[in-house]
């Protein structure tokens, strides 16, 4: 896959790409030749490179949707095209969906779902006017598909990505696929805050089939399949990147024996 995925002349843009998950897919496209550009609301010290080429910064809040207007307008005028639109951005802290206030849960779904739709409709309006069409890519999450206490909101809106993927899909077609990539369990440079010393990392990948958490250039490799011309009959569908899903509770409960 990484050999065969060619982005060279290829704009892809990458929200929430400095750090993280996003980081790891900005890099990813660099290997692959794309012409990168990553925002965030602040720059960071570092950007994403490889291969000696770095992505380019622009700051942006993609909850607003005039700032992300501005921003793919500017792509288009400084490089003339934007061919992929990773969405990347996102996430939420850990609360008590009893006690949290009405504001938190509508900034968690105003930042997970509402920006998906308002920087898909700004991409889409560039991607439809360009003879190769485009790709939207959305970064979900298997938190759409199974409970997330802690993070219920986060959930149902990333659960509504994944719907709004299906219709999108059909409205934009053909000339722009629109698909989603829902990683599982991803060890970035935070991994610590949720599943404590890299003991505590360990013990969370082995209960993963695969044996390990997801790295950041997994969900690369992923998102650079689903937005090449490889996967060009790909759309309105999600691409679940779990190792092999989570292991059900119950087998650890049973007393049967095992065979």
Request: charged share 15%.
């Amino acid at each position: 896959m990484k050999q065969k995925s060619n982005f060279k002349d290829r704009v892809v843009l990458v929200t929430g790409g400095t750090k993280g998950i996003g980081r790891g897919i900005a890099e990813g496209f660099l290997r692959a030749g794309a012409k990168v550009i990553v925002c965030a609301r602040n720059a960071p010290e570092q950007l994403p490179s490889a291969l000696g080429h770095s992505a380019q910064f622009m700051a942006c809040d993609v909850r607003e949707a005039d700032a992300g207007r501005a921003m793919i307008a500017s792509i288009v005028e400084q490089h003339g095209q934007l061919d992929v639109l990773v969405h990347n951005a996102g996430g939420s802290p850990g609360v008590d969906a009893a006690t949290v206030s009405p504001r938190f849960h509508e900034g968690v779904i105003r930042l997970n779902l509402t920006a998906a739709l308002h920087m898909a409709q700004s991409a889409n309006a560039t991607m439809q006017t360009q003879t190769q069409g485009g790709v939207i890519v959305f970064i979900g999450s298997v938190s759409a598909l199974r409970p997330s206490p802690g993070s219920a909101a986060y959930g149902a809106a990333k659960a509504a990505v994944l719907s709004l993927a299906t219709s999108l899909a059909v409205e934009w077609a053909p000339k722009v696929r629109v698909v989603a990539v829902s990683p599982g369990l991803v060890k970035t440079e935070q991994s610590h805050l949720h599943y404590g010393n890299e003991a505590g990392i360990a013990a969370v990948g082995q209960t993963i089939p695969a044996g390990r958490m997801a790295e950041p250039s997994d969900v690369a490799d992923a998102c650079l399949f689903v937005a090449s011309d490889q996967a060009s009959y790909l759309s309105g569908t999600n691409l679940l990147l779990h190792g092999g899903g989570e292991k059900p509770a119950f087998l650890a409960a049973a007393n049967a024996a095992q065979s």
